[in-house]
């Protein structure tokens, strides 16, 4: 199986940046879809970001789309989200995720979840 754990959240001014990290152990990951979700107090968890097992192909959801950026690095078994110009809305737990087969921005096609990790964008 994979285990993911992320990395990189914190406390940040509004118009800010920040940089996660999602590191996987056990089964190495290339051949996954990685996503990355958040889950803000009293919401829903929603999509925010997805990648191809290549890293050829990234997918925003329209809220982050401009802001953030999806990169991986498979010999490090490694995704990240670097996110530039945030928002008081972007206050979140962030959770990096992993799938098998096709890119998919439902949470629920998902198959290994990461604990999550706070960023807090204050204004």
């Known amino acids: 199986q994979v285990q993911l754990q992320e990395s990189g959240g914190g406390l940040v001014q509004a118009g800010g940046s920040l940089r996660l990290s999602c590191a996987g152990s056990?089964?190495?990951?290339?051949?996954?879809?990685m996503g990355w979700f958040r889950q803000a107090p009293g919401k829903e968890r929603e999509f925010v970001s997805a990648?191809?097992?290549?890293?050829?192909?990234?997918y925003y959801a329209d809220s982050v789309k401009g802001r953030f950026t999806i990169s991986r690095d498979n010999a490090k078994n490694t995704v990240y989200l670097q996110m530039n110009s945030l928002k008081a809305e972007d206050t979140a737990v962030y959770h990096c995720?992993?799938?098998?087969?096709?890119?998919?921005?439902?949470?629920?096609?998902?198959?290994?979840w990461g604990q999550g990790t706070q960023v807090t964008v204050s204004s």
């Open positions: 995720a992993a799938k098998e087969g096709a890119y998919s921005d439902s949470a629920i096609r998902y198959n290994y």
């Open positions: 056990g089964r190495r990951f290339s051949n996954y879809v």
């Open positions: 990648i191809s097992w290549s890293g050829s192909y990234a």
